[in-house]
């Protein structure tokens, strides 16, 4: 059943800087992301590119906080300029300053969002490594990580 806005916990208690959604489900989400801003495509490999989760349906606008299919990787460029515009005025916008076709660009999102992620292995990955910072800097070391 859903919430209305006013029942809903207050997202500023609950999410103090990252600790909002887990390590493992944060990393499970930029895996499926190929590790890159479903918007203009930067990755973590280019300098100063930093990831971020991005709803889709804002949670200002009633979207759900934690549901994967809810969330996409974005840069905290692109994040922070959306605020909450509609996902496909915001994309429309913008597609043309990112060398990207809009259309290509929801297609991309679309196909991800529908993408499952592993928590599971995320979390080995992260014990493996000692933390989620440190398998994203293993990333952009260009090692493996298997």
């Known amino acids: 059943m859903c919430q209305t806005l006013a029942a809903r916990p207050n997202r500023a208690i609950l999410n103090q800087g990252q600790n909002w959604i887990t390590p ?4 499970a989400l930029y895996i499926r992301d190929a590790y890159g801003c479903c918007y203009c495509g930067r990755g973590i490999e280019v300098e100063g590119v930093v990831l971020t989760l991005e709803h889709i349906v804002p ?8 549901d994967p299919n809810n969330l996409i990787t974005a840069c905290r460029n692109c994040n922070s ?3 909450n515009k509609a996902l496909t005025t ?10 990207r076709r809009a259309d290509a660009i929801l297609s991309h999102i679309r196909r991800h969002r ?3 992620i592993d928590t599971k ?9 000692g933390s989620c910072r440190k398998v994203l800097d293993t990333v952009v070391q ?5």
């Open 114 to 116: 529908a993408m499952p």
């Open 59 to 66: 949670y200002s606008k009633g979207g759900a906080l934690l």
């Open 90 to 99: 915001f994309v429309k916008a913008n597609a043309g300053k990112w060398g």
């Open 121 to 129: 292995a995320s979390n080995e990955l992260i014990k493996a490594r």
């Open 24 to 27: 493992p489900k944060r990393l």
């Open 81 to 83: 300029a959306r605020g």
């Open 142 to 146: 260009g090692d493996p990580l298997q």
